[in-house]
């Protein structure tokens, strides 16, 4: 089986800077594309960033020019900077593997992880 551990959310103020961390574990042969989602309460899961093996990156627009992806390959670990946050950025932030080849199986699948709270506040 495949886990997605996240980790680095928290309560931050306007302007600040947050770094999440998401790191894969399990019987990983490759993944495709790793990337951040992001839900708000009472809103619909949305796509923030993602990053595929080859370092092609895609950001949703109201995050460019704030937001860093960047990834490990060889830690199969994927992170977030999240600078000059806004308080319409908080949300929980949930990570995704996309077209993960798994050892022992046929085919690619996708997988979540727990989700990270980030609050952005003063």
């Known amino acids: 089986q495949v886990q997605l551990v996240e980790s680095g959310g928290g309560l931050v103020q306007p302007g600040g800077s947050l770094r999440l961390s998401c790191a894969a574990s399990g019987s990983i042969v490759s993944i495709f594309a790793m990337g951040w989602y992001r839900q708000a309460p009472g809103k619909q899961r949305e796509l923030v960033a993602v990053v595929t093996s080859g370092g092609s990156t895609n950001y949703a627009d109201s995050v460019k020019g704030r937001f860093t992806i960047s990834r490990d390959n060889a830690k199969n670990t994927v992170y977030l900077q999240l600078n000059s946050l806004k308080p319409g950025d908080t949300a929980v932030y949930y990570c995704?593997?996309?077209?993960?080849?798994?050892?022992?199986?046929?085919?690619?699948?996708?997988?979540w992880g727990q989700g990270t709270q980030v609050t952005v506040s003063s």
């Open positions: 995704n593997a996309d077209q993960v080849k798994v050892a022992g199986r046929g085919g690619r699948y996708g997988y």
